[in-house]
């Protein structure tokens, strides 16, 4: 049975691809990032995905529309669902013949029980899959500059569990421990009886001087951490607040740390950021943000839907060869444009002499994608400067200009361009609407801890957060995010909302307003 299941999909044979599959999926230490293509690749396919609090919701929002989700959270002490339960759900889903996927924080096989699922699964002779993930210890040492060995210092690295329920002897033979040389020692789930812990290894010879560390969250924007000895780090922790989740490292290259600690230096490191994806250029601001180290929250404002209008679209496509340009203001519009045109027609070339034109970047990516090259796109990516471009090219009058649309229909640049003497056709294709955040796990997360900062790269932004106002409502202990604009126009619209401006971007640029960011955090 396992070895049918190892093959890749395509391969199996229908009998097992009837009976459903269960994938133990490692969903690495939280940084979405830091998942496998693998895990990604199994959570876009899944028909149900069971998770639990390790798991980051950035990684849930891969999922497909109609796929089922179990939470079956697990804190330490606190079991939303016991094991026998989560084990249960994951047999009655795979007998349905569904494909679930089960995300296990770090990797499945260590400390995650991910053995006795596997164990269960096979019993019951349910196919399964097991995807290994980025295991705690080994984020925790890279996100705070820990080595876990060293060619000097650690030759050995032992990962511990310190989990005991509460009450009960240790279990772990921390004194024999306590008496190996060259090794990093890596503990999870320690905290709950660190003091404990630290005083029995060095009662079985380990010296107190040895260095020691505790990181929690590890490579989160909420990551901190704590250093000392295997004499004061409890102590140390217990001031600090740190608590799970938390690996705590004992050992000589613990104290290699000060030099090359690069995550926690970073400008926005610890920091929580808000954006809203409204526009393609997100992930280009959410790249730019993490790089600095922040953590950022996309919130799902706006949900776009094809919404094709068929009179537009007939009449555009049989007249096609007619057209000078064609303009893009989304790569959603590229997308959708290209999905009706290619039910038309099977040979690029039918576009005939159509010149591209397109707001940015991301717009642009999606039209090479068909090996096509862009003519015109602005320095800035808006509207009206997309307008602005397409004149200075000085091909507009009497041209034939096709804009596709959704249904914020552009009405400033389809004036600009039919200012310039273009005859202007538009083609609608898709809808933008709100989307519902009642049960968003991104909205949630925001409403629940709230975050440092809101950035608003465009008006629309804005005027989408003002209207989600109401299910966007922060939990009277979250942190309140200050307000930062990329420029005027934006600032202006924010204000109608009744939402203040703490920041501006000093030119309507992505990196400028980080930059703003960045000075107004440090102040
Ligand atoms: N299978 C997981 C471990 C699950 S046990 C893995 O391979 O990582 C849960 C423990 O893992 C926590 O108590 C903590 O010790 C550790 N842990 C998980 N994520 C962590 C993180 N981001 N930072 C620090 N410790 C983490």
């Not at 909302?497 to 309507?508: R, S």
């Amino acid at each position: 049975m396992r070895l049918a299941v190892r093959r890749r999909r395509g391969q199996l044979d229908s009998s097992l691809m009837s009976k459903g599959i269960v994938y133990l999926v490692g969903a690495g230490p939280g940084e979405p990032g830091l998942v496998t293509f693998r895990a990604r690749e199994l959570i876009e396919s899944a028909d149900v995905l069971v998770y639990d609090y390790l798991a980051h919701p950035e990684l849930l929002k891969w999922r497909r529309a109609d796929c089922e989700v179990h939470y079956v959270g697990k804190k330490s002490g606190f079991h939303a669902m016991p094991q026998d339960q989560i084990e249960t759900l994951l047999i009655e889903k795979a007998d349905e013949g569904k494909r679930v996927v089960r995300l296990k924080g770090g990797d499945p096989f260590v400390f995650g029980r991910g053995g006795e699922e596997a164990r269960t699964l096979a019993e019951q002779g349910i196919p399964f899959e097991v995807v290994p993930g980025v295991t705690a210890a080994l984020a925790a040492g890279a996100y705070a500059g820990i080595p876990l060995t060293h060619r000097n210092t650690n030759s050995a690295v032992v990962f511990l569990t310190g989990h005991e329920d509460p009450g009960k002897k240790l279990l772990v033979d921390w004194r024999a421990y306590g008496k190996l040389r060259n090794t990093t020692l890596a503990i999870y789930m320690g905290m709950g009886h660190l003091a404990e812990i630290l005083r029995e290894l060095v009662a079985g010879g380990l010296a107190p001087d040895t260095p020691a560390a505790a990181v929690q969250w590890a490579s989160l924007g909420r990551q901190r951490s704590v250093t000392g000895t295997a004499a004061d780090l409890a102590e140390r922790v217990a001031q600090s607040g740190l608590s799970s989740p938390a690996i705590v490292f004992v050992g000589e290259s613990v104290a290699r740390r000060s030099a090359i600690d690069w995550f926690e230096h970073l400008p926005l490191f610890g920091r929580r950021v808000v954006i809203t994806r409204t526009r393609d250029q997100n992930s280009e601001l959410r790249d730019k943000l993490e790089a600095f180290g922040a953590e950022v929250i996309e919130l799902p404002l706006i949900t776009v839907a094809k919404d094709v209008d068929r009179h537009a679209l007939v009449e555009i496509l049989a007249e096609l060869g007619g057209y000078d340009w064609i303009v893009f203001t989304s790569a959603n519009g590229v997308r959708f444009f290209f999905e009706e045109f290619f039910k038309g027609f099977d040979d690029v070339r039918s576009l005939g002499l159509l010149r591209f034109a397109c707001v940015g970047r991301a717009t642009a990516r999606e039209i090479e994608r068909h090996h096509l090259k862009v003519e015109c796109m602005p320095a800035s990516a808006t509207g009206e400067s997309l307008a602005d471009a397409l004149i200075a090219t000085g091909s507009l009058d009497s041209a034939k200009v096709i804009v596709v649309t959704g249904n914020l229909n552009r009405a400033a640049l389809v004036k600009k361009l039919e200012d310039a003497r273009a005859i202007v056709d538009r083609l609608p294709l898709y809808k933008t609407e709100k989307t519902n955040l009642a049960d968003d796990p991104v909205a949630d997360d925001f409403r629940r801890k709230g975050a440092d900062a809101i950035l608003f790269a465009s008006s629309s932004a804005a005027q989408s957060f003002a209207g989600q106002a109401g299910a966007l409502k922060l939990a009277p202990d979250a942190r309140r995010p200050l307000a930062g604009s990329i420029g005027g126009h934006t600032s202006a619209t924010m204000r109608e909302t009744g939402m203040p401006v703490d920041f501006e971007a000093k030119t309507a640029s992505l990196d400028a307003l980080v930059e703003a960011l960045i000075e107004r955090l440090k102040g």
